[in-house]
T-cell receptor, first 112, second 114 residues
Framework: GENVEQHPSTLSVQEGDSAVIKCTYS??????FPWYKQELGKRPQLIID?????GEKKDQRIAVTLNKTAKHFSLHITETQPEDSAVYFC???????????FGAGTRLAVHP | DAGVIQSPRHEVTEMGQEVTLRCKPI?????LFWYRQTMMRGLELLIY????????DSGMPEDRFSAKMPNASFSTLKIQPSEPRDSAVYFC????????????FGPGTRLLVL
């Protein structure tokens, strides 16, 4: 089945620094790559996604980059703020299994 | 739209009891998903429906779990009998399409089985 790994599992940064979270996957047929954010005690919410025909997508302080050859995609957050503190999940859709496979999550802490 | 609605928000029950979780998806969404989240296993897909029909239930842990979707606006996840290891947060989500579409999660039901 699809194998999804996120690195790092925890990340601590100072406010204003950048944060990068990497997601690797095994299914070469994957063609949709979303990132979800889950604040403590809340539901997961989509923050950005990218499709396989695009290498990079930006939305204000958030960006996602995709390397299909190496089978990984990354979430980039610039000028981090305390409200960015949350758990972030990658969830590549598996072409073979036709469903989202969530990674284990990365806990990001932004310190003022 | 009020978003995905789940009830109850919290449930505490004793081992052996039947538990029923409820979900109302966003109107017009054709897909409904049930997830379970625990610290140990993360976020797992249990089952999903398309137009009220179960499509993939490979994530349902065992026969004690069952899910139904009698109409486009209502789904249930039932655990009978419940066990302490079923304690988790159960999320329902819905989307317009299966692939390359945002899944909108409900607030979740926090289940504790004593």
């Amino acid at each position: 089945g699809e194998n999804v790994e996120q690195h790092p599992s925890t990340l601590s940064v100072q406010e204003g620094d950048s944060a990068v979270i990497k997601c690797t996957y095994s299914d070469s047929a994957s063609n949709y790559f979303p990132w979800y954010k889950q604040e403590l005690g809340k539901r997961p919410q989509l923050i950005i996604d990218i499709r396989s025909n695009v290498g990079e997508k930006k939305d204000q302080r958030i960006a996602v980059t995709l390397n299909k050859t190496a089978k990984h995609f990354s979430l980039h957050i610039t000028e981090t703020q305390p409200e960015d503190s949350a758990v972030y999940f990658c969830a590549p859709i598996s072409g073979g299994y036709n469903k989202l496979i969530f990674g284990a999550g990365t806990r990001l802490a932004v310190h003022p | 739209d009020a978003g995905v609605i789940q009830s109850p928000r919290h449930e505490v029950t004793e081992m052996g009891q039947e538990v029923t979780l409820r979900c109302k998806p966003i109107s017009g969404h054709d897909y409904l998903f049930w997830y379970r989240q625990t610290m140990m296993r993360g976020l797992e897909l249990l089952i999903y429906f398309n137009n009220n029909v179960p499509i993939d239930d490979s994530g349902m842990p065992e026969d004690r779990f069952s899910a139904k979707m009698p109409n486009a606006s209502f789904s249930t996840l039932k655990i009978q009998p419940s066990e302490p290891r079923d304690s988790a947060v159960y999320f329902c989500a819905s989307s317009l399409a299966l692939v390359q579409e945002t899944q909108y999660f409900g607030p979740g039901t926090r289940l504790l089985v004593l």
